[in-house]
């Protein structure tokens, strides 16, 4: 590659988009990279390396990267002269990508459905959840859930569980390893439930009757927390006998993503409300809110977006739901799921770093601690030193919980003792030693301490065993580094570049990539850093972010 005053051409490029960009910028911090070509799951960047993205647009990427039927679908429009935005203006695109959507819906929902396009971003889809359920209702408040995320815009934010000062009242949500009752299980699901009903039913809650309740089947943001089935039921009935709506937003979990086309699915809850985004649009911005006609109460232009007449991402979206659909990759999505979390359970016994093992489908989270840590915590497993250690309804005295005076119990995922404090310093450890293999992986949870994988369902057999041989590599190293008991159970692994010539490490085909091979992965010796040799960037360019969130 060139070099320019010192420096290669993609060092260039990194250096001027620190210099010219927002420092609200987020991915970029952590994953200094300039990618120039993908397909699949691999991503080449300008210098050469290829990598595996288990990041996958933050889960916009159902199918990949320029997945053949996406690319044949956005040319086949181009080609055809129709208009690439049109408003709410009907189109046959338009008419194609609804017939498609529909026919993936819960059939309580899809029988009675409309669908209101939006802002092309999830976060709009939210506001729009939010503002119909309220001119539907007649009232104005939010039931959300701690740990959520839904966006952010003001509205979003809001339900979101960072927010303050806010018109939403905040419920626990339900979680093994740190309940936030301290018992975790059916019976911490059980109590959570209580806790709902109890602040709807008592007079004296301050919580007056809602205009509707948001929440995530799986909370990806949140750490990759699944809610159990039953406590999905429990919802459904608590909101369903009080006549309140129940929003689902599915922007992250939908589209087969964690082993059923809709995450909802999982526990047979039907809601009222659908929000859905990312991977609906096939890789282009489209983002909708999908309810039930009862709702539909609102007054023209309640609700619009200049760009919600995108043509190319409603075609792009209608290929991939039609293929998530007839290739049965949710059902794919389940099965290879489970055989990754079977395989991350294992390593985990080999290190203890690796505190929790969780996820859905092909939405898996490591939630990594400080195995050595002088006493082990609860609540929302703050590191020591946080001002927030042991917040939150499990933070009562003498180990008691207060609904029901019941000792607390360890929690299942960590028998004998509470879970260790959250480690944020060894997961972004982990993100760093992963991309030096040429893996993409991403933070989450509430002190950024959760490792994510959300690689599309069309990953290979292959690839999924060298994704995880390259994250067990790179969990050795840090252990190492960090000279955490369990290094010494793996061979040593040297980093590696990935070179543009070298071959797949499967050379495989993703279900339906048709002739489109994916970009080779090939590890050659080195000392790979993630960038050429050259001028480094310094530390404060890429700085490693707390929240990486994208709606």
């Known amino acids: 590659m060139s070099r320019t005053g010192g420096r290669t051409a993609y060092e260039g490029i990194l250096w001027r988009q620190s210099a010219r960009e927002s420092a609200a910028r987020t991915y970029a911090r952590a994953l200094p990279i300039v990618p120039v070509r993908a397909r699949g799951l691999t991503i080449e960047g300008a210098d050469g390396r290829r990598y595996l993205d288990c990041l996958s647009g933050a889960g916009t990427l159902a199918l990949g990267h320029n997945h053949p039927v996406v690319l044949e679908a956005i040319r086949k429009v181009l080609d055809s002269g129709a208009p690439l935005q049109v408003l709410d203006l009907a189109t046959p695109v338009k008419d194609a990508f609804i017939t498609e959507l529909f026919r993936t819906l819960p059939p309580g929902l899809a029988d009675h459905a ?50 303050f000062d806010v018109r939403v009242a905040r419920l626990p949500y339900p979680q093994d390893y740190r309940c936030p009752f301290g018992v975790g299980g059916e019976r911490g699901a059980e109590l959570a439930a209580r806790w709902t009903e109890s602040v709807l039913d008592d007079p004296k809650s301050g919580v007056k009757r809602p205009a509707g309740m948001i929440l995530e089947p799986v909370q990806g943001e949140g750490g990759v927390i ?73 007054q023209p232009g309640a609700h619009a977006g200049t760009f919600r007449g995108n043509q190319l991402a409603m075609a792009a979206g209608t290929a991939t739901l039609a293929y998530v659909r007839e290739n049965g990759l949710a059902e794919r999505s389940a099965v290879l799921g489970g055989r990754m979390l079977g395989q991350l359970r294992r390593l985990a016994e080999d290190f203890p770093c690796m505190g929790d093992v969780r996820g859905r489908g092909l939405m898996i989270g490591v939630e990594m601690v400080d195995p050595e840590a002088d006493s082990p915590v609860g609540g929302n497993g703050a590191p020591p030193g946080s001002a927030r250690a042991g917040d939150g309804p499990g933070a009562w005295a003498d180990g008691v919980d207060a609904l029901d005076a019941t000792p607390h119990r360890p929690p299942r995922s960590a028998p004998g003792h509470a879970p260790r404090p959250a480690a944020p310093v060894l997961a972004a450890a982990v993100r760093r030693e992963c991309l030096r293999r040429g893996l993409i992986v991403e933070l989450g949870g509430r002190h950024a301490g959760v490792v994510r994988l959300l690689p599309p369902l069309t990953i290979t057999d292959e690839q999924v065993t060298a994704v995880l041989d390259r994250l067990a590599d790179a969990m ?9 008991p369990g290094a010494d159970r793996r061979p040593h692994a040297q980093p590696t570049h990935h070179q543009g010539q070298g071959q797949s490490p499967s050379q495989g085909q993703s279900p339906g990539q048709g002739q489109g091979q994916s970009p080779g992965q090939s590890p050659s010796q080195g000392q790979g850093q993630g960038l050429s040799q050259g001028r480094q960037p310094r530390a404060d360019e890429f700085q490693v972010d707390h929240a990486h969130r994208t709606r």
């Open 114 to 163: 409309r669908v209101q396009f939006c802002g092309p971003a999830g976060t709009d889809a939210v506001e729009a959840a939010l503002k119909l359920v309220r001119a539907a209702t007649g009232r104005t408040g939010v039931l959300a859930f701690t740990g959520a995320y839904h966006g952010m815009t003001a509205g979003s934010l809001e339900a979101s569980g960072g927010a």
């Open 226 to 298: 699944p809610a159990p089935d039953a406590w999905m039921r429990r919802m459904r009935q608590i909101t369903a006998e009080r006549s309140i709506p129940l929003i689902a937003d599915e922007v992250q979990t939908g589209v087969g993503r964690t082993g059923a086309f809709w995450a909802v699915e999982h526990s047979g809850v039907v809601p009222d409300v659908m929000v859905l985004s990312k991977a609906i649009g096939g890789s282009l911005p489209l983002a909708v809110v999908v309810y039930r006609d009862a709702l539909d109460v609102w």
């Open 476 to 484: 050795a190293a840090v252990s190492r580094n960090h000279h955490i």
